[in-house]
């Protein structure tokens, strides 16, 4: 395995920043501001509020899509694979949430099982992958 090019390590550490400030920001509006601002529910308020933690995933979107800009041809078979196992996971437990909400009825939150089996799935198989590699 060869070392990583200043332009590489660069682009991690600005990477690194421009993901950790919307992911705080993310948790926040998620969690704090609705404990924080309580209208009721249904109201255009409480709509607002809810939909505020979708500027930061869009912010944190795009330096996703800035990072993956400066890999190389033999990163991005990495970053496929990785991508495509999360998908694979998160419509798999899509599918398993749908069917288990059809038996039992609606489950709160559950939703959000489909977003960390998904993001789960492609950062463990982007690092196994590349570890394996690296041996």
């Given at each position: 395995?060869?070392?990583?090019?200043?332009?590489?390590?660069?682009?991690?550490?600005?990477?690194?920043?421009?993901?950790?400030?919307?992911?705080?920001?993310?948790?926040?509006?998620?969690?704090?501001?609705p404990?924080?601002?309580?209208?009721?529910?249904?109201?255009?308020?409480?709509?607002?509020?809810?939909?505020?933690?979708?500027?930061?995933?869009?912010?944190?979107?795009?330096?996703?899509?800035?990072?993956?800009?400066?890999?190389?041809?033999?990163?991005?078979?990495?970053?496929?694979?990785?991508?495509?196992?999360?998908?694979?996971?998160?419509?798999?437990?899509?599918?398993?949430v749908?069917?288990?909400?059809?038996?039992?009825?609606?489950?709160?939150?559950?939703?959000?099982?489909v977003?960390?089996?998904?993001?789960?799935?492609?950062?463990?198989?982007?690092?196994?992958?590349?570890?394996?590699?690296?041996?």
């Amino acid at each position: 395995m060869s070392e990583r090019t200043p332009r590489e390590r660069a682009a991690a550490r600005r990477y690194l920043w421009e993901l950790m400030i919307p992911t705080v920001l993310f948790v926040v509006l998620i969690v704090v501001v609705p404990i924080m601002i309580a209208p009721p529910e249904g109201s255009p308020p409480a709509i607002v509020i809810a939909l505020l933690p979708l500027i930061p995933a869009v912010w944190m979107l795009i330096a996703v899509v800035r990072f993956t800009r400066t890999f190389d041809e033999y990163m991005r078979g990495f970053a496929l694979r990785a991508c495509a196992v999360g998908f694979a996971a998160a419509m798999i437990t899509a599918v398993a949430v749908g069917i288990i909400e059809g038996a039992v009825g609606p489950l709160p939150n559950v939703v959000w099982a489909v977003f960390v089996v998904g993001m789960s799935a492609w950062g463990v198989t982007l690092a196994v992958s590349s570890t394996r590699d690296a041996r």
